[in-house]
């Protein structure tokens, strides 16, 4: 079963408005917890970034200059993520997923139908008051290493991500949206 690791970087937080700067797709074999693909993108979105929005993720409009406009990454996009069995995001539910589906119907793409995961929303387990916890607190309590100076590269945030999901699954605090009693989730520990 392939599972996608995904991760956006944007100009702002309100989609229609907003554009997708950054996209970090990696694929893993669910079973072995192998990374088997890479998909990483800059992409020009055609507007000025947010200071408040590139005060995180310190991505500028000239690093972007020469990159490729939505239009030509989303089918890639659409594909890998429509090609999945599940996709694994941190706020996927709450800022992912809504973004991503906008920009890809305002393009004339389907929406994405792959079921998603989000560490934040699962990750509850993570915090002593069962809050969301933001990727560092999930990071501390899988005991995952995580850099705030690397975080909010989307590359970056997808590998430390897709640690604590697997340790989660591993460690049974996470439950998937199907069954993987046929899965030997136990071959990569």
């Not at 055609?46 to 939505?70: E, T």
């Not at 706020?91 to 973004?99: E, H, L, T």
């Amino acid at each position: 079963m392939k599972v996608v690791g995904y991760d956006t970087e944007t100009t702002g937080l309100a989609p229609g408005d907003h554009r997708i700067i950054e996209v970090a797709l990696l694929t893993y074999d669910l079973r072995t917890e192998k990374l088997i693909d890479r998909y990483v993108q800059r992409i020009n979105p055609q507007r000025a970034i947010d200071a408040a929005a590139q005060k995180v993720h310190k991505i500028s409009i000239s690093d972007l200059a020469g990159c490729p406009v939505w239009k030509d990454v989303a089918p890639e996009v659409h594909k890998r993520l429509s090609d999945a069995d599940l996709i694994v995001a941190h706020n996927g539910d709450g800022f992912d997923a809504p973004f991503t589906n906008y920009e890809l119907k305002r393009i004339g793409l389907t929406e994405i139908k792959t079921p998603w995961f989000d560490t934040m929303l699962e990750g509850r387990c993570a915090t002593p008051e069962g809050s969301v916890p933001n990727l560092g607190k999930l990071c501390a309590a899988f005991d995952v290493p995580y850099s705030t100076g690397a975080a909010h590269a989307a590359d970056y945030d997808v590998e430390v991500m897709m640690a604590c999901f697997f340790k989660g699954v591993r460690w049974q605090s996470f439950t998937l949206p199907f069954d993987t009693t046929e899965i030997d989730l136990a071959a990569a520990a």
